[in-house]
């Protein structure tokens, strides 16, 4: 069940707004995207000029057209990731070169970017919170991406707001062209189905703003909803509530698996934390009631939703490692 629906506050605002947006005109909105009420509504919400912000359906249309833009020589992504950033890749209607770095440890796959041979119109793409393990990169480790790596990083917060850490990469990003950042709604505030998104860059023109995204690409209730949902402090701090409750629960269950001696878990900062277990990992998913998804060879991951559920999944975790004491 939709947080939306099970909680009172929400369900209830959801249906006032919902109902008004759809019984009012569903206008085009002008041709000009910097003048579009969503662009100004998150300009408002971030302190962010509009000139900077970029809106689309989604992150992946954002990543989609980001890649496809005819700047680059040649893109690279970190392998394990989000699939999807190889599959554009390997569908990008240009002709730029692509390299998939294999690397699980962040450490490591640093250590590999500075022995590349990169130049100012090549492209990094990295998820942080990562996509494979929650890790967080910060500020500090971005400058150092920016010193060895020549071109543009983009990097893809899609689970930013679950994150514990006072990482102030929007400025970074209104600041420094060789930085574009990407953000949605749908992982935070549990609206994947409006697909609404943004980038922030200044190292793109109004050449790439005009005809590099897709204009007008988001549905007209999508975008009204959005609006007014960053007008609404209560509702907001709603969802900074049950966020706050998910990095509580994920900060219990990170040291709690860290005392097992055959469990490895990642310091996420995301609302899922990796695992990994010594023993006979497939045989502990295959019997567990609570969701887990297995992220690539003996890792799995497991999304976090509340109290009762995590208890269940410690408590299961646990059995399996003294069964194979």
Not at 78 to 101: A, F, H, R, T, V
Request: net charge negative; aromatic share 12%; glycine share 4%.
């Amino acid at each position: 069940m939709s947080i939306w629906s099970s909680n009172k506050l929400l369900s209830e605002w959801m249906e006032d707004n919902w109902k008004n947006i759809l019984e009012t005109e569903l206008d085009y909105f002008t041709p000009e995207p910097r003048t579009d009420p969503l662009v100004q509504a998150l300009s408002d919400s971030l302190g962010i000029d509009k000139s900077n912000i970029f809106v689309a359906a989604g992150t992946n249309q954002l990543i989609h057209s980001i890649f496809n833009y005819n700047k680059w020589d040649e893109i690279f992504v970190m392998n394990p990731d989000y699939g999807l950033y190889e599959s554009i890749l390997k569908n990008c209607s240009s002709n730029q070169q692509y390299n998939i770095i294999n690397e699980k440890n962040i450490c490591e796959f640093f250590i590999k970017l500075r022995k590349l041979n990169s130049s100012e119109n090549d492209l990094l793409c990295i998820s942080s919170p990562r996509w494979f393990d929650g890790i967080q990169i910060d500020v500090s480790e971005i400058m150092k991406l920016l010193e060895n790596f020549n071109g543009t990083i983009l990097i893809d917060e899609a689970y930013i707001d679950y994150s514990s850490k006072s990482v102030d990469t929007m400025t970074l990003a209104n600041t420094n062209s060789r930085i574009i950042l990407t953000r949605s709604f749908s992982k935070g505030y549990f609206l994947p189905g409006l697909r609404v998104a943004y980038a922030i860059s200044t190292g793109f023109n109004e050449k790439f703003r005009l005809g590099g995204i897709v204009p007008h690409s988001i549905a007209t209730p999508s975008s009204k909803f959005v609006v007014k949902l960053l007008e609404q402090k209560n509702i907001l701090n709603a969802f900074t509530k049950m966020q706050n409750k998910i990095r509580s629960i994920r900060t219990d269950l990170i040291n709690s698996l860290s005392t097992l001696e055959d469990v490895w878990v990642s310091n996420s900062e995301a609302n899922f934390i990796t695992f990994k277990l010594e023993n006979r990992g497939d045989d502990f998913i295959s019997k567990n009631v609570v969701p887990i998804h297995k992220v690539g060879e003996g890792y799995y991951k497991y999304w976090i939703t509340n109290d009762r559920e995590s208890q269940m999944f410690l408590n299961n975790v646990i059995e399996h490692c003294k069964e194979y004491e």
